[in-house]
Structures are given as structure tokens and as C-alpha cells.
């Protein structure tokens, strides 16, 4: 529930106005949305927050057949497509986009994250005590 009210919040108070009319200024904003969205997917797996269903399912199928995150990304993103054509769901080419593009980000950005969180967690050097 608190998803979705942020959601509601983003798309309706903080972007409401937000209609792009040519299809640069849509391509821009398809494009800024999956690479903002495989950033925070690869942020907070890094920070072992609860993962949404669709993260989950992504990290249980890399475990579970040794797949690379984009591989499982998409196969994931796949089912819920398969889903949304089989309840006659809104597909658009944003859809396919994000189906076939958003897991190539989140495997990209997740082993800089790794890096980046380990390099935080590393000592910085030897304390002196007295």
C-alpha cells in the first residue's frame, strides 16, 4: 500500500502536469525512468532491503539457475508482459522497452554499487589509541 501511494504521489502532485508531446521528449523521459529505476533496483539490493515481487523474482531465478541478473531481469519482466497480454493489459512499445532493456541496467549498475558499498564498509587505516 505505501508503494502505491507513493506512486500516486509521484504521478499525480509531482508529475501530474509532466506530458511529453514529441517522441524525443517521450524517449527521454522512457529513457530516464529505466535507467532512475535499474539504479534503485541496484542500490537496494546492495542494501538487502525487502526486495518488491518482480526483484524477487528476478534474484530467485539468478540463485536458483545461476542466470546473470539482466538474463533473469528479463524473464522476470517476460512473465509479467506474458501476464498483462493475457488479462488484456495496456502494452506499449514503453513496455517492450522496459521488458528487454531494464534488466541490461540493473547488471550494469549493480556490481558499481557492490564496489561503492564495499569501499564504504572498508577501514579507513589503524586507530590510534593512546
Given at each position: 500500500?505505501?508503494?502505491?501511494?507513493?506512486?500516486?504521489?509521484?504521478?499525480?502532485?509531482?508529475?501530474?502536469?509532466?506530458?511529453?508531446?514529441?517522441?524525443?521528449?517521450?524517449?527521454?523521459?522512457?529513457?530516464?525512468?529505466?535507467?532512475?529505476?535499474?539504479?534503485?533496483?541496484a542500490i537496494y539490493l546492495q542494501a538487502k532491503f525487502?526486495?518488491?515481487?518482480?526483484?524477487?523474482?528476478?534474484?530467485?531465478?539468478?540463485?536458483?539457475?545461476?542466470?546473470?541478473?539482466?538474463?533473469?531481469?528479463?524473464?522476470?519482466?517476460?512473465?509479467?508482459?506474458?501476464?498483462?497480454?493475457?488479462?488484456?493489459?495496456?502494452?506499449g512499445v514503453g513496455t517492450i522497452v522496459v521488458t528487454?532493456?531494464?534488466?541490461?541496467?540493473?547488471?550494469?549498475?549493480?556490481?558499481?554499487?557492490?564496489?561503492?558499498?564495499?569501499?564504504?564498509?572498508a577501514p579507513k587505516g589503524p586507530l590510534i589509541t593512546?
Amino acid at each position: 500500500m505505501i508503494i502505491g501511494a507513493l506512486i500516486d504521489f509521484w504521478l499525480l502532485v509531482i508529475f501530474g502536469d509532466l506530458t511529453p508531446q514529441t517522441l524525443a521528449g517521450q524517449s527521454f523521459i522512457l529513457l530516464f525512468g529505466i535507467l532512475s529505476m535499474g539504479m534503485g533496483v541496484a542500490i537496494y539490493l546492495q542494501a538487502k532491503f525487502p526486495a518488491s515481487p518482480m526483484d524477487t523474482l528476478m534474484v530467485a531465478i539468478h540463485t536458483r539457475f545461476g542466470l546473470n541478473l539482466r538474463n533473469s531481469r528479463i524473464i522476470s519482466e517476460s512473465f509479467a508482459l506474458l501476464l498483462a497480454f493475457l488479462f488484456k493489459g495496456a502494452i506499449g512499445v514503453g513496455t517492450i522497452v522496459v521488458t528487454l532493456t531494464l534488466g541490461l541496467v540493473v547488471q550494469f549498475f549493480y556490481p558499481v554499487f557492490e564496489r561503492t558499498l564495499e569501499r564504504m564498509q572498508a577501514p579507513k587505516g589503524p586507530l590510534i589509541t593512546k
